[in-house]
């Protein structure tokens, strides 16, 4: 028999919880958990638009013709995904919303429905108005995409409206059969639904009333027997009336012409791009395509240029939060540009005035202006689109290679540039500036240097001329 006069040692719960050492296990690094970044639904699409801009006369171009469809209807729904990006930018006023797919869109409008649907059908309880059809009903959500939201009432991207009244057989096409169900009878929409959309807040409500199913009305057939000009009495004449002018008089003025000098509307440098999209997305398999291989070449270089102007908008709305601008050529960003550059080489030569200063290169000088469109900024120093920094640094002569050579005059002497140039940009107001430091040709360290090991002739004339004789 064992003892048990004396129990055995309880056993800690940290020891419970410690693997021994001479297990030999060596410990496995657990991985921080986040979710994986989806992969790029457009990636090829960027990657046929790049390879186009690069070299649009003489890009690869596929031999099939499959192929080359294939290629044209990749960056066309690149180039409509851009579109409706832009129009959300626009209509929210703020950031642009991430690219989707069609079938990312698709996929987010039947849930979307699904829940409108649900959500009024648990609004339907039975209530004694509900026999006249006078029972209302108030269901409120939130779709933070616009598009999805315009896609589930048959528009092609964001609602162009706030409030908008639809039958319910219209209401009901889009979203499914509403029915509620009560102990003896069903409950249905019986009149037209407001619905009313914040495309700011996301938020969104839909009201109507409902009645017994048995009771809904249907639609009246127009009188056809009685004459339009018998069905309501004439309007009486007012006195205000007769000073008006008759029609027939007024028909024989002419039209005046509206105060003041109107500017005219400049044509849409995208709009043969647009034409390709809309006739692509209409038969992506049977789209006219040309038979030159010059023409396709020219067709698809037109649409991924159009496609590269797009993302410069969405990247100006995301940087800045203001409306996405309108797309802009390459040649009206560049003579832009021009303007831009031109305006900062004569404004910091204005500023250059002869300062005792100016003799050790310290004089300093701070030059500020607008530059609305970020893209143009951008483009002014080297960069692809807006400027991704606030603030930057650059030496005098990566200055001067961007926007030209800046040199004053004084009496006797050249100013110039003598230190780093330091830059500041406002995306959200446009506003930027200009700083650093000029003075004598003299004081900057790379002309005195150069002035210091030049050779020099002491009987006058050249270098060139002592040395041949």
């Known amino acids: 028999m064992s003892d048990l006069s004396y129990s055995p040692e309880p056993v800690s719960a940290s020891s419970r919880k410690r693997k021994s050492a001479d297990s030999g296990t060596a410990k496995v690094t657990k991985k921080p958990r986040g979710k994986k970044s989806p992969p ?37 729904r690149y180039t409509k995904s851009l579109q409706e990006s832009v129009s959300v930018a626009s209509l929210t006023g703020g950031d642009a919303p991430p ?20 959500g009024i059908e648990k609004l339907m309880c039975w209530k004694p108005t509900c026999k006249e059809g006078r ?61 009313v959309y914040k495309a700011a807040s996301s938020r969104f409500n839909a009201g109507c009333y ?13 009188l056809a ?31 005046k012409k509206p105060r003041g000098r109107g500017k005219k509307p400049q044509p849409d440098p995208y709009e043969t791009a647009k034409g390709y999209v809309d006739s692509v997305l209409a038969s992506p398999e049977s ?11 020219e067709m698809i270089a037109t649409m991924a240029r159009y496609t590269k102007s797009l993302e410069g908008s969405i990247a100006v709305a995301s940087r800045t939060g203001r409306d996405a601008p309108l797309p802009k050529t390459a040649e009206q960003i560049q003579t832009e540009v021009s303007s831009i550059t031109n305006l900062i080489t004569r404004g910091i030569k204005k500023l250059m005035t002869w300062k005792p200063n100016c003799k050790y290169g310290r004089a300093r000088y701070a030059f500020d202006s607008v530059c609305p469109d970020p893209r143009v900024f951008g483009t002014i120093f080297g960069l692809n689109g807006p400027p991704p920094w606030k603030a930057k640094k650059y030496t005098y002569t990566e200055f001067e290679n961007f ?52 050779p020099m002739n002491i009987d006058g004339g050249s270098v060139e001329e002592y040395n041949s004789e």
């Open 403 to 454: 926007v030209g050579e800046v040199k004053g005059r004084a009496r006797y002497s050249y100013l110039v540039l003598t230190s780093d140039v330091n830059i500041r940009y406002n995306p959200e107001t446009g506003e930027f500036k200009v700083s650093g430091s000029y003075g004598d040709a003299q004081s900057r360290p790379s002309l005195r240097r150069t002035i210091m090991h030049a």
């Open 135 to 195: 029972t209302k009903f108030a269901f409120e959500g939130v779709c933070s995409d616009p598009r999805v939201f315009g896609t589930v009432f048959g528009s092609n991207g964001p609602p162009n409206w706030r409030t908008k009244k639809y039958t319910y057989p219209e209401f009901e096409d889009f979203v499914g059969n509403v029915r509620g169900q009560v102990r003896y009878s069903y409950l249905v929409i019986t009149s037209n639904l407001h619905r």
């Open 40 to 76: 790029d639904p457009y990636e090829t699409a960027k990657g046929h638009v790049e390879s186009v801009l690069a070299s649009p006369a003489s890009f690869d171009l596929p031999e099939d013709e499959e192929e080359i469809r294939e290629m044209i209807t990749t960056i066309v």
């Open 225 to 255: 027997n009685n004459h339009p000009d018998l069905l309501y009495p004439p309007e009486p004449i007012s006195a205000s009336s007769r000073k008006r002018k008759s029609a027939g008089s007024a028909a024989t003025q002419a039209a």
């Open 99 to 118: 690219l989707k797919t069609p079938e990312q869109i698709q996929a987010e409008v039947t849930v979307l429905k699904g829940l409108i649907k649900r």
């Open 210 to 222: 409902i009645k017994r199913r048995s009771s809904r009305k249907r639609d009246i057939p127009p």
């Open 287 to 297: 789209f006219d395509l040309p038979e030159d291989y010059d023409e396709i070449r």
